[in-house]
């Protein structure tokens, strides 16, 4: 998604406006620019594509001024071009944007018949000439764009400078994050507190309906009815944390490596290892009222939910409803007043999963979540929030937070089967011992790649790739298809073992491909029949076990050797071979694996 920055700052801040959003790059972007004042006239700089080009850009044409505003563009209404890309201006204001205007075209019709001229084909370009529009009627630079804001529907976070404003900048925020940063004599505004980690870790957020006067040494934030208002200053740990590669050549490798770890960490946030017990938040329900429960989430995350209905359903003996955020928004789900809605989001900040929040909050739900980023808005309109210790995930396509998720979800279900009287005490040993296991085992699987190299040699030149598997397994294979198209640009889908034959076994031929997650459970027998079907057709096989080849009964083209564990944990372990496969096919294909094209990190419109 787009990231936006702005610096008033006491040196020229082109440079350190395109550094920002250099660490804002992993949110997905198509396109970059930035403005600044320069001797009191607004100028940009813009350019299709990565970030290099703009400073070439730059290098070319540099820019000196000390107040400016910069954007990467995920393009959303219109081409990913030159002329599309943010800042957006006339000579007296400009402007960057995150998030969707909804009303712009009954906007953008009523500005033209006022004589405004539009050049691009965004939605963002109608609020410069509202801000336009409004200075032009005499109103001062805040109150022009206080009044447009009051225009806008939608979803936004926005930057804004002014012609011969040295000392303002205006930022707003309706539905997309936007931090404000403190410095000395200086202040800054950005997506997140990643962009604005090396200026300054003094930070606070606006809340939705928010919007602020900054100058270098002032903040004054106002909500949504014009009321002066306080917002916590906090301090970041982003600047705190290191967002680099690492050995690794792609962020994407180092976050797979990084699971044992992160799953330690996020496990010792909920289990006490002298007790082997589980010990959680205060959570305002009780597992033991409850009937059901929702969980929404999208992609990745609600995967994670997948998985954590079967274990659920299966320790707790609690019916889960678990449904895709965009599509649980809309689809008036009747609730019982006071039950429990769970909402699963690495960047805390997805919009459907937002808004499904916001419809459970409507309906009396009590509202939990699971989230990496704790200062989210997901986190702050949650009643309760069990994050998960990830550490940024800055690879597009997640990996760590996805096994992190499962991690905190399997704690909390082991929880609820407690509360609820279906386990004992000593299944709840015998489960908390298979969770502590997993960082071992995890580090098993990523001790030798070299299978996976070979295998992505062969799995780039396929058309089309299949991922089976059965039981908790099966939202693993739907996993793995995800992450190899999103990131190798191969088509895949993941099956339940068992459909296959109602539709999908057509497809398979020798140039198809299937990979079959089938560890020892107790549905590897069903797994293996459904696997034989595919045999008799001439299917290429690869298989993720922890058995032995010659227990198949047929050839495997190639067999990922999974530890053997408790059947508890095995999702979590077979996650990281799909994650791998994906990872050196991608490579093989030569694709931008942190940044897979038209993806984006955090997903800040509907
Ligand atoms: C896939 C991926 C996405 C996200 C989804 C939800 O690799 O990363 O499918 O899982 O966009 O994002 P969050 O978890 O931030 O709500």
């Not at 299949?466 to 099966?474: A, D, M, P």
């Amino acid at each position: 998604m787009c990231g936006i920055v702005g610096i008033l700052g006491r040196e020229p801040v082109a440079d350190a406006l395109v550094d920002a959003l250099k660490r804002l790059e992993y949110r997905g972007y198509d396109s970059a620019g930035i403005a600044t004042l320069e001797g009191g006239a607004l100028e940009r700089r813009r350019a299709e594509g990565k970030l290099v080009n703009l400073e070439a850009r730059l290098a070319k044409e540099p820019m000196s001024g000390h107040a400016g505003i910069g954007h990467t563009r995920w393009a959303t209404h219109g081409a990913p071009t030159e002329t599309n890309a943010h800042p957006h201006m006339t000579d007296k204001v400009s402007v960057v944007h995150n998030g969707i205007i909804e009303n712009f075209r009954d906007l953008r019709r009523e500005l033209e018949g006022q004589g405004a001229t539009f050049t691009t084909e965004t939605d963002t370009e109608v609020i410069v000439h509202l801000i336009t529009h409004n200075l032009d009627n005499g109103m001062a630079p805040a109150e022009a764009a206080a009044a447009a804001l009051e225009r806008l529907e939608g979803a936004y976070a926005l930057a804004i400078i002014f012609k011969g404003e040295e000392d303002l900048m205006i930022g707003a925020r309706e539905g997309s994050p936007l931090a404000i940063g403190f410095g000395e004599g200086a202040m800054f505004l950005g997506s997140d507190a990643i962009a604005l980690a090396p200026l300054t870790d003094t930070i606070t957020y606006l809340e939705d309906g928010d919007w602020a006067e900054i100058t270098r040494n002032s903040l004054k934030i106002r909500d949504r009815a014009g009321a002066e208002v306080e917002r916590a200053v906090q301090k970041s740990i982003a600047s705190a944390l290191l967002v680099d590669k690492g050995n690794h050549r792609h962020f994407m490798a180092k976050e797979i490596h990084e699971q044992p770890e992160v799953i330690s960490h996020t496990l010792a946030h909920y289990i006490d290892f002298a007790t082997g017990r589980i010990r959680l938040p205060d959570l305002p329900f009780d597992f033991k009222d409850l009937k059901r429960f929702s969980i929404s989430a999208c992609g990745t995350a609600y995967y994670a939910g997948l998985v954590a209905k079967y274990w659920f359903e299966r320790f707790a003996r609690l019916p889960v409803e678990i449904d895709i955020a965009s599509e649980f928004r809309y689809r008036d789900v009747p609730l019982e007043a006071d039950g429990l809605a769970l909402f699963i989001s690495q960047s805390g900040e997805t919009a459907d999963t937002l808004a499904a929040l916001r419809y459970c909050r409507e309906q009396s739900q009590h509202i939990i979540s699971i989230v990496n980023v704790r200062e989210s808005t997901i986190a702050r309109e949650s009643d309760a929030i069990l994050p998960i210790l990830a550490g940024p995930e800055i690879g597009v396509a997640s990996t760590k937070a996805f096994t992190c998720q499962l991690a905190a979800l399997a704690v909390l279900a082991i929880a609820a089967g407690r509360a609820r009287g279906h386990i004992s005490e000593q299944d709840e040993q015998e489960l908390v011992s298979a969770l502590i296991e997993l960082p071992r085992h995890i580090s098993a699987v990523l001790r030798d790649e070299s299978d996976y190299v070979d295998l992505a040699h062969d799995l780039a030149k396929a058309r089309d790739i299949l991922y089976l598997g059965r039981g908790v397994n099966y939202p693993i294979a739907l996993e793995g298809a995800l992450k190899l198209k999103e990131i190798s640009y191969i088509h895949a889908e993941g099956y339940a073992a068992g459909e296959l034959k109602h539709g999908p076994i057509a497809l398979i031929d020798e140039d198809v491909p299937v990979i079959v997650i089938a560890p020892k459970d107790g549905l590897y027998d069903k797994t293996l029949s459904n696997v034989q079907e595919v045999a008799a057709r001439g299917g290429r096989i690869i298989m993720i076990s922890d058995m032995d080849a010659t227990d198949f009964g047929w050839d495997v083209q190639k067999l990922i050797t999974i530890p053997s564990s408790h059947l508890f944990t095995q999702p979590l372990i077979a996650a990281v071979p799909v994650q791998l496969i994906a990872y050196h096919t991608a490579v093989v294909m030569g694709t931008d694996v942190d940044q897979p094209r038209n993806l984006a990190k955090s997903v800040t419109v509907e």
